[in-house]
């Protein structure tokens, strides 16, 4: 069996036998050698304008948290009402750029929209550039 990546390219040359438990082992090692390539991780800083009476802060965060490549939520600082219904939170998040392939300047874009989408979020944006962390 000749396995081959999303591009066409061979990465794995014959398994003898069809054996599927070695082709396994060899997914999973390829899986490992991917996730090695960006060992860092990123923070930036995010202003989230949401209608806390609607939904509470707490789950709007854990939507946050569930995106994927994001790994840490935390609020810097937030306002009551500012506006009527409207809350200002200003989040920071770590980022994991291991689930992109590239990790590029759309991938930041990609989780904003993600943002964007969670129930009770009217808008967000980046308030800071990337650092890496670690």
């Known amino acids: 069996m000749i396995i081959q990546d999303q591009d066409g390219k061979q990465i794995i040359g014959l398994v003898k036998n069809g054996n599927l438990s070695i082709f396994m082992s060899m ?24 209608n806390a009476d609607k ?31 409207r809350h200002v939170a200003d989040i920071s998040l770590k980022i994991d750029p291991n689930p992109f392939e590239p990790f590029d300047g759309k991938s930041y874009g990609t989780i904003l929209d993600a943002i964007k989408k969670i129930p009770s979020v009217y808008t967000a944006k980046y308030t800071s550039t990337p650092v890496v962390v670690s």
């Open 27 to 50: 997914i999973k090692f390829i899986d490992i050698i991917r996730e090695s390539t960006n060992p860092n991780i990123y923070l930036i800083y995010c202003r989230v304008v949401v």
């Open 55 to 85: 939904r509470p802060m707490g789950d709007i965060l854990s939507d946050v948290r569930a995106i994927p490549g994001v790994t840490i939520v935390d609020i810097v600082n937030a306002d009551s009402k500012t506006h009527g219904i």
